[in-house]
């Protein structure tokens, strides 16, 4: 596989975990807000910069879109304690609720709606069910 094959595959996983997302129930998020809100949930209590270096958005997107969710109720910046400069990004009871619901909806369906043949669409999710955890990092966001 090369680089551009990689990109491609990750342009399509993305575009089916939207359709799995969305079958768990419709959000007014951003893909944007999407990311940022997975990004605090996989990494509680972070910084924005470091929200920035993982999800490779600019430093004012990614503060506009904390900025909109923390209004929304769905994410909280608090003081670092051991650097007052800094903010920490941390989502509410709420946002980590309906991450979880989300979370648990398997994309098996979304997978079988855009692949037409079952048996390849089974051995897809199988492939991508070992991948996983192999090049994902465990959660943390409890």
């Given at each position: 596989m090369d680089g551009?094959?990689?990109?491609?595959l990750g342009k399509y996983?993305?575009?089916?975990?939207?359709?799995?997302?969305?079958?768990?129930?419709?959000?007014?998020?951003?893909?944007?807000?999407?990311a940022v809100i997975a990004d605090a949930f996989r990494n509680p209590d972070c910084?924005?910069?470091?929200?920035?270096?993982?999800t490779?958005?600019?430093?004012?997107h990614v503060s506009a879109s904390v900025?909109?969710?923390?209004?929304?109720?769905?994410?909280q910046t608090v003081p670092d304690p051991a650097d007052g400069r800094r903010t920490l990004v941390r989502l509410t009871d709420r946002a980590r609720r309906a991450v979880r619901s989300r979370a648990d909806h398997?994309?098996?369906e979304?997978?079988?709606?855009?692949?037409?043949?079952?048996?390849r669409a089974e051995r897809i999710i199988?492939?991508?069910?070992?991948?996983?955890?192999?090049?994902?990092?465990?959660?943390?966001?409890?």
């Open positions: 551009m094959q990689l990109l491609q996983l993305t575009e089916l975990g939207r359709d799995a997302i969305d079958q768990a129930g419709p959000t007014s998020l951003t893909p944007g807000e999407v910084s924005v910069r470091e929200i920035v270096a993982r490779g958005f600019a430093q004012s900025a909109r969710l923390r209004e929304r109720g769905l994410l398997r994309a098996d979304a997978i079988t709606r855009a692949i037409a043949d079952p048996g199988a492939l991508l069910d070992e991948l996983a955890p192999l090049l994902l990092p465990p959660t943390t966001g409890q």
